[in-house]
Protein backbone atom coordinates (compact mmCIF):
# COMPACT_ATOMS: atom_id res chain seq x y z
CA UNK A 1 0.00 0.00 0.00
CA UNK A 2 1.34 3.11 -0.97
CA UNK A 3 1.28 6.63 1.50
CA UNK A 4 -0.50 9.15 0.78
CA UNK A 5 1.53 12.23 -0.79
CA UNK A 6 0.38 15.43 -1.56
CA UNK A 7 2.43 18.38 -2.72
CA UNK A 8 2.22 21.88 -0.32
CA UNK A 9 2.29 24.98 -0.61
CA UNK A 10 4.28 27.03 1.92
CA UNK A 11 3.05 30.12 2.99
CA UNK A 12 4.80 30.69 6.55
CA UNK A 13 8.00 29.42 6.92
CA UNK A 14 9.51 28.61 10.83
CA UNK A 15 12.77 29.01 10.66
CA UNK A 16 14.99 31.37 8.74
CA UNK A 17 15.28 30.91 4.87
CA UNK A 18 17.29 31.86 2.02
CA UNK A 19 15.78 33.91 -0.80
CA UNK A 20 17.99 33.27 -4.29
CA UNK A 21 17.43 34.31 -7.70
CA UNK A 22 19.19 33.26 -10.48
CA UNK A 23 21.54 35.34 -12.40
CA UNK A 24 23.23 32.78 -15.01
CA UNK A 25 22.72 29.33 -16.13
CA UNK A 26 22.55 27.35 -13.53
CA UNK A 27 24.12 29.88 -10.90
CA UNK A 28 21.85 31.43 -7.89
CA UNK A 29 22.96 34.20 -6.11
CA UNK A 30 21.35 34.55 -2.19
CA UNK A 31 19.15 37.60 -2.07
CA UNK A 32 18.44 38.00 1.60
CA UNK A 33 17.90 35.61 3.88
CA UNK A 34 14.44 36.09 5.90
CA UNK A 35 13.49 35.71 9.51
CA UNK A 36 9.86 34.81 10.67
CA UNK A 37 8.33 36.84 13.27
CA UNK A 38 7.73 34.20 15.46
CA UNK A 39 9.93 31.19 15.00
CA UNK A 40 8.12 27.75 14.92
CA UNK A 41 10.12 24.09 14.40
CA UNK A 42 7.82 23.50 11.25
CA UNK A 43 6.26 25.41 8.25
CA UNK A 44 2.94 26.01 7.43
CA UNK A 45 1.27 26.09 4.23
CA UNK A 46 -1.78 25.41 2.12
CA UNK A 47 -2.94 21.91 -0.08
CA UNK A 48 -3.79 24.24 -3.44
CA UNK A 49 -6.73 22.97 -5.51
CA UNK A 50 -8.67 22.65 -2.16
CA UNK A 51 -11.69 24.61 -0.84
CA UNK A 52 -13.33 24.47 2.47
CA UNK A 53 -16.51 25.65 4.07
CA UNK A 54 -15.08 28.74 4.91
CA UNK A 55 -13.68 29.77 1.91
CA UNK A 56 -9.92 28.78 1.66
CA UNK A 57 -7.60 26.24 1.01
CA UNK A 58 -6.63 23.39 3.27
CA UNK A 59 -3.89 24.20 5.31
CA UNK A 60 -1.31 22.19 6.33
CA UNK A 61 1.38 21.84 8.86
CA UNK A 62 4.96 20.74 7.78
CA UNK A 63 7.54 19.26 9.82
CA UNK A 64 10.96 19.24 9.45
CA UNK A 65 14.36 20.25 10.21
CA UNK A 66 14.98 23.05 7.34
CA UNK A 67 12.78 25.53 6.18
CA UNK A 68 11.07 26.52 2.88
CA UNK A 69 10.77 30.16 1.71
CA UNK A 70 7.27 30.88 0.84
CA UNK A 71 5.28 29.76 -2.32
CA UNK A 72 7.28 27.06 -2.35
CA UNK A 73 6.17 23.36 -3.61
CA UNK A 74 6.89 20.76 -1.26
CA UNK A 75 5.90 16.67 -2.08
CA UNK A 76 5.20 15.55 1.43
CA UNK A 77 3.78 12.53 3.25
CA UNK A 78 0.51 12.75 4.87
CA UNK A 79 0.51 11.92 8.59
CA UNK A 80 -3.06 12.55 9.48
CA UNK A 81 -5.18 15.64 11.16
CA UNK A 82 -6.68 17.58 13.34
CA UNK A 83 -10.58 18.12 13.22
CA UNK A 84 -12.62 19.92 16.07
CA UNK A 85 -15.85 19.72 16.81
CA UNK A 86 -16.63 17.52 13.07
CA UNK A 87 -14.87 20.56 10.91
CA UNK A 88 -11.50 20.13 9.56
CA UNK A 89 -8.72 22.31 11.28
CA UNK A 90 -5.26 21.00 9.40
CA UNK A 91 -3.33 18.48 7.82
CA UNK A 92 -0.09 17.41 9.30
CA UNK A 93 2.79 16.41 6.98
CA UNK A 94 6.29 15.66 6.55
CA UNK A 95 8.66 15.44 3.84
CA UNK A 96 8.53 12.48 1.52
CA UNK A 97 11.83 10.51 1.18
CA UNK A 98 13.03 11.25 4.15
CA UNK A 99 14.65 8.27 6.09
CA UNK A 100 14.59 11.22 9.25
CA UNK A 101 10.66 10.64 9.36
CA UNK A 102 10.44 6.89 8.44
CA UNK A 103 9.23 6.04 11.77
CA UNK A 104 6.70 8.63 12.11
CA UNK A 105 3.01 7.36 11.15
CA UNK A 106 0.88 9.37 13.68
CA UNK A 107 0.51 12.38 16.13
CA UNK A 108 1.60 9.89 18.82
CA UNK A 109 4.78 9.20 17.25
CA UNK A 110 6.08 12.99 17.79
CA UNK A 111 8.38 13.95 20.74
CA UNK A 112 6.58 15.38 23.35
CA UNK A 113 7.97 19.04 22.80
CA UNK A 114 6.75 18.77 19.40
CA UNK A 115 3.44 17.83 20.66
CA UNK A 116 3.24 20.31 22.91
CA UNK A 117 4.11 23.26 20.64
CA UNK A 118 1.20 22.44 17.89
CA UNK A 119 -1.38 21.76 20.40
CA UNK A 120 -0.26 26.03 21.67
CA UNK A 121 -0.24 27.49 17.77
CA UNK A 122 -3.55 25.60 16.88
CA UNK A 123 -5.83 26.92 19.98
CA UNK A 124 -8.56 24.75 19.94
CA UNK A 125 -11.62 25.75 21.63
CA UNK A 126 -10.61 23.17 24.33
CA UNK A 127 -8.77 20.31 24.23
CA UNK A 128 -11.39 17.87 24.38
CA UNK A 129 -12.91 19.41 21.32
CA UNK A 130 -9.70 18.68 19.55
CA UNK A 131 -9.58 14.73 17.34
CA UNK A 132 -6.49 13.44 15.88
CA UNK A 133 -7.66 11.59 12.31
CA UNK A 134 -5.27 9.14 10.94
CA UNK A 135 -3.98 9.22 7.17
CA UNK A 136 -7.12 7.45 5.44
CA UNK A 137 -9.52 9.89 7.04
CA UNK A 138 -7.48 13.09 6.54
CA UNK A 139 -7.76 12.04 2.76
CA UNK A 140 -11.68 12.02 3.24
CA UNK A 141 -11.23 15.96 3.63
CA UNK A 142 -8.56 16.21 0.97
CA UNK A 143 -11.31 14.53 -1.64
CA UNK A 144 -14.18 16.52 -0.74
CA UNK A 145 -11.90 19.88 -0.57
CA UNK A 146 -10.88 18.66 -4.23
CA UNK A 147 -14.16 18.41 -5.19
CA UNK A 148 -15.51 22.09 -3.86
CA UNK A 149 -12.84 23.37 -5.91
CA UNK A 150 -13.75 21.99 -8.84
CA UNK A 151 -17.41 22.52 -8.58
CA UNK A 152 -16.40 26.41 -7.26
CA UNK A 153 -14.52 26.78 -10.49
CA UNK A 154 -17.00 25.11 -12.56
CA UNK A 155 -19.15 28.16 -11.90
CA UNK A 156 -16.90 30.72 -12.56
CA UNK A 157 -15.67 31.33 -9.02
CA UNK A 158 -12.10 31.33 -7.51
CA UNK A 159 -11.21 31.62 -3.94
CA UNK A 160 -9.63 35.07 -2.75
CA UNK A 161 -8.32 36.12 0.48
CA UNK A 162 -9.52 39.18 1.68
CA UNK A 163 -7.15 41.78 1.89
CA UNK A 164 -7.66 43.23 5.21
CA UNK A 165 -6.11 43.21 8.96
CA UNK A 166 -9.35 42.16 10.24
CA UNK A 167 -10.43 38.85 10.66
CA UNK A 168 -12.98 37.26 7.37
CA UNK A 169 -14.81 35.87 10.23
CA UNK A 170 -15.42 38.53 12.27
CA UNK A 171 -17.38 36.05 14.57
CA UNK A 172 -14.13 34.29 15.42
CA UNK A 173 -11.04 35.46 17.00
CA UNK A 174 -8.03 34.43 14.79
CA UNK A 175 -6.17 32.14 16.75
CA UNK A 176 -1.76 30.81 15.98
CA UNK A 177 -1.73 29.25 12.41
CA UNK A 178 -4.91 27.78 12.08
CA UNK A 179 -5.64 31.17 10.36
CA UNK A 180 -3.27 31.64 8.55
CA UNK A 181 -5.19 31.91 5.13
CA UNK A 182 -7.17 34.45 5.88
CA UNK A 183 -4.64 37.08 5.76
CA UNK A 184 -2.40 38.02 3.59
CA UNK A 185 1.78 37.82 4.33
CA UNK A 186 1.63 41.31 5.78
CA UNK A 187 -1.63 40.72 7.70
CA UNK A 188 -0.63 37.86 9.38
CA UNK A 189 2.12 39.70 11.04
CA UNK A 190 -0.30 41.09 12.84
CA UNK A 191 -1.44 38.41 13.96
CA UNK A 192 1.65 37.26 15.22
CA UNK A 193 2.12 40.73 17.71
CA UNK A 194 1.88 40.72 21.40
CA UNK A 195 -2.24 40.77 22.27
CA UNK A 196 -2.02 44.27 23.82
CA UNK A 197 0.03 45.53 20.19
CA UNK A 198 -2.37 44.27 18.60
CA UNK A 199 -5.16 45.97 20.39
CA UNK A 200 -2.92 49.54 19.89
CA UNK A 201 -2.74 48.32 16.32
CA UNK A 202 -6.49 47.20 15.85
CA UNK A 203 -7.73 50.50 17.79
CA UNK A 204 -6.15 52.95 15.94
CA UNK A 205 -5.95 51.78 11.86
CA UNK A 206 -8.89 52.86 9.80
CA UNK A 207 -11.25 50.61 8.69
CA UNK A 208 -10.37 51.56 4.87
CA UNK A 209 -6.56 50.79 5.05
CA UNK A 210 -5.60 47.71 4.26
CA UNK A 211 -2.04 46.65 5.94
CA UNK A 212 0.82 45.83 2.67
CA UNK A 213 4.05 45.17 5.24
CA UNK A 214 4.17 45.02 8.93
CA UNK A 215 7.78 44.79 11.15
CA UNK A 216 7.89 44.37 14.41
CA UNK A 217 10.37 46.14 17.34
CA UNK A 218 10.53 44.71 20.91
CA UNK A 219 12.24 46.59 23.83
CA UNK A 220 15.37 47.94 22.93
CA UNK A 221 18.65 50.23 24.25
CA UNK A 222 19.36 53.03 21.26
CA UNK A 223 22.50 52.59 19.93
CA UNK A 224 22.40 56.07 17.91
CA UNK A 225 23.45 57.27 21.44
CA UNK A 226 27.20 55.85 21.86
CA UNK A 227 27.58 56.49 25.41
CA UNK A 228 26.06 53.62 27.60
CA UNK A 229 25.20 56.12 30.30
CA UNK A 230 23.49 57.69 27.38
CA UNK A 231 21.52 55.06 25.51
CA UNK A 232 17.59 55.86 25.07
CA UNK A 233 15.31 53.21 26.18
CA UNK A 234 12.95 52.33 22.82
CA UNK A 235 9.49 50.13 23.81
CA UNK A 236 8.37 47.82 21.86
CA UNK A 237 6.62 48.54 18.65
CA UNK A 238 5.61 48.02 15.23
CA UNK A 239 6.43 49.63 11.95
CA UNK A 240 3.31 49.46 9.92
CA UNK A 241 2.84 50.14 6.14
CA UNK A 242 -0.76 50.39 4.69
CA UNK A 243 -2.51 51.30 1.61
CA UNK A 244 -2.54 54.98 2.75
CA UNK A 245 0.75 55.68 5.13
CA UNK A 246 3.50 55.09 7.54
CA UNK A 247 2.81 54.52 10.64
CA UNK A 248 5.50 54.01 13.61
CA UNK A 249 3.23 52.86 16.59
CA UNK A 250 5.30 52.49 19.69
CA UNK A 251 3.90 51.39 23.26
CA UNK A 252 4.22 54.51 25.47
CA UNK A 253 4.43 52.46 28.53
CA UNK A 254 5.58 48.49 28.80
CA UNK A 255 3.00 46.33 30.09
CA UNK A 256 3.68 45.43 33.62
CA UNK A 257 2.40 42.88 35.70
CA UNK A 258 -1.35 45.00 36.48
CA UNK A 259 -1.67 44.06 32.45
CA UNK A 260 -2.87 47.98 32.23
CA UNK A 261 -2.55 48.79 28.95
CA UNK A 262 -1.30 52.42 29.57
CA UNK A 263 -1.46 53.46 25.43
CA UNK A 264 0.49 54.49 22.41
CA UNK A 265 2.62 56.54 20.11
CA UNK A 266 1.66 56.82 16.68
CA UNK A 267 4.08 58.70 14.36
CA UNK A 268 3.31 58.90 10.51
CA UNK A 269 3.42 60.26 6.94
CA UNK A 270 1.13 60.52 4.28
CA UNK A 271 2.27 58.35 0.96
CA UNK A 272 1.50 61.23 -0.94
CA UNK A 273 4.25 63.28 0.84
CA UNK A 274 7.10 60.56 0.80
CA UNK A 275 10.13 62.08 -1.23
CA UNK A 276 13.42 60.18 0.26
CA UNK A 277 13.87 56.60 2.25
CA UNK A 278 16.90 56.09 3.17
CA UNK A 279 18.88 52.71 5.84
CA UNK A 280 21.66 53.20 7.88
CA UNK A 281 23.15 50.43 10.03
CA UNK A 282 24.20 51.27 13.17
CA UNK A 283 26.82 48.81 13.81
CA UNK A 284 26.24 45.47 14.36
CA UNK A 285 23.60 45.93 16.99
CA UNK A 286 20.49 47.83 14.79
CA UNK A 287 19.75 49.27 11.51
CA UNK A 288 18.06 52.86 11.00
CA UNK A 289 15.53 53.44 8.42
CA UNK A 290 15.09 57.59 7.84
CA UNK A 291 12.15 58.54 5.57
CA UNK A 292 11.43 61.93 4.69
CA UNK A 293 7.94 63.44 4.18
CA UNK A 294 7.29 66.86 2.53
CA UNK A 295 5.34 70.03 3.44
CA UNK A 296 5.44 73.47 1.10
CA UNK A 297 8.27 74.90 2.19
CA UNK A 298 10.89 71.98 3.42
CA UNK A 299 10.54 68.51 4.43
CA UNK A 300 10.77 66.72 7.54
CA UNK A 301 12.61 63.30 8.86
CA UNK A 302 10.57 60.17 10.12
CA UNK A 303 14.10 57.28 11.84
CA UNK A 304 12.86 54.39 12.56
CA UNK A 305 15.44 52.24 15.23
CA UNK A 306 15.99 48.81 15.27
CA UNK A 307 17.07 45.67 16.26
CA UNK A 308 20.03 44.00 13.40
CA UNK A 309 18.12 41.05 12.45
CA UNK A 310 15.33 43.18 11.60
CA UNK A 311 17.32 44.09 8.61
CA UNK A 312 15.96 41.97 6.21
CA UNK A 313 12.13 42.87 7.15
CA UNK A 314 13.26 46.42 7.01
CA UNK A 315 14.87 46.32 3.79
CA UNK A 316 11.83 44.57 2.17
CA UNK A 317 9.73 47.54 3.74
CA UNK A 318 12.29 49.88 2.07
CA UNK A 319 11.03 48.22 -1.80
CA UNK A 320 7.50 48.75 -1.26
CA UNK A 321 8.35 52.58 0.05
CA UNK A 322 10.43 53.31 -2.74
CA UNK A 323 6.84 52.68 -4.93
CA UNK A 324 5.62 55.75 -3.46
CA UNK A 325 8.34 57.91 -4.63
CA UNK A 326 7.95 61.15 -6.85
CA UNK A 327 10.24 59.79 -9.08
CA UNK A 328 8.40 56.34 -9.89
CA UNK A 329 4.61 57.88 -9.83
CA UNK A 330 3.44 61.47 -9.75
CA UNK A 331 2.46 62.70 -5.96
CA UNK A 332 -0.52 64.64 -7.67
CA UNK A 333 -1.80 61.50 -8.99
CA UNK A 334 -1.11 60.04 -5.92
CA UNK A 335 -4.92 59.48 -3.93
CA UNK A 336 -4.50 57.21 -1.25
CA UNK A 337 -6.56 58.48 1.86
CA UNK A 338 -10.46 59.06 1.56
CA UNK A 339 -11.68 62.26 2.72
CA UNK A 340 -15.75 61.67 3.13
CA UNK A 341 -17.64 65.13 2.69
CA UNK A 342 -18.16 67.66 5.36
CA UNK A 343 -20.71 66.74 8.13
CA UNK A 344 -22.65 68.29 11.15
CA UNK A 345 -20.24 68.69 13.41
CA UNK A 346 -21.08 67.12 16.48
CA UNK A 347 -21.91 68.72 19.92
CA UNK A 348 -19.01 70.07 21.91
CA UNK A 349 -19.13 67.95 24.91
CA UNK A 350 -16.64 68.20 28.30
CA UNK A 351 -16.61 64.80 30.03
CA UNK A 352 -15.82 66.10 33.30
CA UNK A 353 -18.77 68.25 33.41
CA UNK A 354 -22.20 67.62 35.40
CA UNK A 355 -24.22 71.06 34.16
CA UNK A 356 -25.34 70.53 30.23
CA UNK A 357 -26.67 73.87 30.42
CA UNK A 358 -23.17 75.08 31.19
CA UNK A 359 -21.88 73.49 28.07
CA UNK A 360 -24.56 73.57 25.86
CA UNK A 361 -23.61 77.23 26.20
CA UNK A 362 -20.25 76.67 25.26
CA UNK A 363 -21.62 74.46 22.27
CA UNK A 364 -23.71 77.28 20.93
CA UNK A 365 -20.93 80.30 21.58
CA UNK A 366 -18.26 78.48 19.54
CA UNK A 367 -20.94 77.41 16.45
CA UNK A 368 -22.03 80.94 16.57
CA UNK A 369 -18.40 82.23 15.96
CA UNK A 370 -17.00 79.17 13.44
CA UNK A 371 -18.20 80.90 10.63
CA UNK A 372 -16.39 84.35 11.61
CA UNK A 373 -13.06 82.27 11.10
CA UNK A 374 -13.34 80.84 8.07
CA UNK A 375 -12.36 81.72 4.66
CA UNK A 376 -15.11 81.26 1.65
CA UNK A 377 -15.62 77.18 0.74
CA UNK A 378 -13.26 75.94 3.64
CA UNK A 379 -15.18 72.99 5.28
CA UNK A 380 -14.88 71.95 8.90
CA UNK A 381 -14.31 68.39 8.78
CA UNK A 382 -14.08 68.10 12.90
CA UNK A 383 -13.60 69.97 16.38
CA UNK A 384 -13.05 69.38 19.73
CA UNK A 385 -13.48 71.02 22.92
CA UNK A 386 -10.67 72.46 26.47
CA UNK A 387 -12.79 73.09 29.02
CA UNK A 388 -11.89 75.60 31.39
CA UNK A 389 -10.22 73.39 33.75
CA UNK A 390 -8.18 71.93 31.53
CA UNK A 391 -4.49 73.20 32.64
CA UNK A 392 -5.94 76.05 34.69
CA UNK A 393 -6.32 78.04 31.20
CA UNK A 394 -9.75 79.61 32.48
CA UNK A 395 -12.03 79.67 29.57
CA UNK A 396 -12.76 77.03 27.28
CA UNK A 397 -10.88 76.24 23.77
CA UNK A 398 -11.76 74.65 20.67
CA UNK A 399 -9.37 72.57 18.14
CA UNK A 400 -10.68 73.07 14.49
CA UNK A 401 -9.74 71.14 11.56
CA UNK A 402 -11.33 72.08 8.03
CA UNK A 403 -9.71 70.71 4.78
CA UNK A 404 -7.26 73.73 4.54
CA UNK A 405 -5.85 74.37 8.42
CA UNK A 406 -5.86 73.43 11.91
CA UNK A 407 -7.02 76.17 14.35
CA UNK A 408 -7.24 76.98 17.68
CA UNK A 409 -9.93 79.14 19.06
CA UNK A 410 -10.46 80.64 22.48
CA UNK A 411 -13.42 81.49 24.06
CA UNK A 412 -15.43 83.96 21.66
CA UNK A 413 -16.85 85.79 24.39
CA UNK A 414 -13.21 86.93 25.24
CA UNK A 415 -13.34 88.40 21.73
CA UNK A 416 -9.26 86.86 21.77
CA UNK A 417 -7.55 86.51 18.37
CA UNK A 418 -6.77 82.55 17.18
CA UNK A 419 -4.09 80.96 19.36
CA UNK A 420 -3.23 78.88 16.72
CA UNK A 421 -3.63 79.14 12.62
CA UNK A 422 -1.62 76.88 10.12
CA UNK A 423 -1.96 75.91 6.57
CA UNK A 424 -2.05 71.78 6.24
CA UNK A 425 -0.04 72.44 3.50
CA UNK A 426 3.24 73.51 6.49
CA UNK A 427 2.90 70.66 7.90
CA UNK A 428 5.11 67.18 7.30
CA UNK A 429 4.60 64.49 9.85
CA UNK A 430 1.55 64.50 12.15
CA UNK A 431 1.52 62.70 15.96
CA UNK A 432 -1.11 61.01 17.91
CA UNK A 433 -0.89 59.71 21.40
CA UNK A 434 -3.88 58.31 23.13
CA UNK A 435 -2.59 57.39 26.63
CA UNK A 436 -4.17 57.25 30.48
CA UNK A 437 -0.94 59.14 31.29
CA UNK A 438 -0.81 61.40 28.55
CA UNK A 439 -1.97 62.43 25.59
CA UNK A 440 -1.43 64.51 22.81
CA UNK A 441 -1.81 65.36 18.96
CA UNK A 442 1.83 66.59 17.17
CA UNK A 443 3.04 67.29 13.91
CA UNK A 444 6.24 68.65 12.30
CA UNK A 445 5.96 72.32 11.21
CA UNK A 446 8.03 72.99 8.13
CA UNK A 447 8.97 76.83 8.03
CA UNK A 448 11.86 78.65 5.36
CA UNK A 449 13.36 74.62 5.46
CA UNK A 450 13.50 73.76 9.25
CA UNK A 451 11.23 71.84 11.08
CA UNK A 452 9.86 72.18 14.45
CA UNK A 453 7.52 69.71 16.75
CA UNK A 454 4.55 71.43 18.26
CA UNK A 455 2.38 69.34 20.47
CA UNK A 456 -1.41 69.82 21.48
CA UNK A 457 -2.35 67.59 24.77
CA UNK A 458 -5.32 67.39 25.32
CA UNK A 459 -7.84 65.41 28.81
CA UNK A 460 -7.54 61.55 28.35
CA UNK A 461 -11.07 61.64 28.76
CA UNK A 462 -12.12 63.37 25.48
CA UNK A 463 -10.24 61.30 23.51
CA UNK A 464 -12.97 60.24 21.09
CA UNK A 465 -13.50 64.11 19.86
CA UNK A 466 -9.79 64.86 19.76
CA UNK A 467 -9.02 61.39 17.58
CA UNK A 468 -11.54 62.76 15.13
CA UNK A 469 -9.65 65.84 14.71
CA UNK A 470 -6.44 63.75 14.54
CA UNK A 471 -8.03 61.58 11.50
CA UNK A 472 -9.45 64.49 9.96
CA UNK A 473 -6.02 65.79 10.00
CA UNK A 474 -4.13 63.36 8.67
CA UNK A 475 -6.91 62.68 5.89
CA UNK A 476 -6.46 66.23 4.74
CA UNK A 477 -2.99 66.34 4.46
CA UNK A 478 -3.20 63.40 2.15
CA UNK A 479 -5.36 64.47 -0.19
CA UNK A 480 -4.33 68.38 -0.40
CA UNK A 481 -2.14 69.30 -2.97
CA UNK A 482 1.29 70.99 -2.50
CA UNK A 483 1.49 74.27 -4.59
CA UNK A 484 4.27 72.69 -6.54
CA UNK A 485 1.87 69.88 -7.72
CA UNK A 486 -0.92 71.49 -8.22
CA UNK A 487 -0.85 71.74 -11.92
CA UNK A 488 1.11 68.57 -12.01
Same mark, same amino acid.
Given at each position: M??????????????????YI?I #????? %???????????????????P???? #?????????L????? /?????QV????L???????????L????A????F??????A????F???????C??? *???S??QW???????????????????????G????G?????S??T???P??? =??????????? =??H???? /????Y? !? #????D??R??????????? @???????L???????????? =???????L?E???????????????R???? #???V??Q???????????K???????????LT??????T???????????????????? *??A? %?R @???????????????A @??D?A??????? %???Q????H?A???AVH?????????EN? !??????V? =????????????????????????Q???P???? @????? /????????????? %????????????A????????????????LS?????
Open positions: SEPAIDIEITQPGRATGLP #EYDVL %RLEKVLYPDAPRPFDVGILKTLT #EQGSPLRVILGDIS /HPPKTPARLGGFSANGAAVCLAVPGVDQAGLNSFDLPDLRAELLRLEP *PAAELLDAAEAQTWIKQAAQKYRLAKAKYQPVQPAWRVDAARSGY =TEVEHYTAAEY =TFQLPG /HVQRV !G #EYLADEILYAVRRQAMH @SQRRRSWDREKLNEGVLIL =TTQRLIQVLVPLGDSGVRYGFLALGAL #ERLDVVETLGDAAILLTAWEAEDGLAWWESQFYRSAVLELVSFLERFLPKNIP *PAL %R @SFLPAPSDLPPLSDP @SNPLVWAVHQ %RFTALPGLPNEAWALWPAWYK !GYPQVLV =TDRRVLILPDPALRLPCSLDIRLALAIEYAG @SILRS /HIGFDLVESGKAR %RVQLSFPYPAVGFRRCFEALRRCMAVLPRYAKV
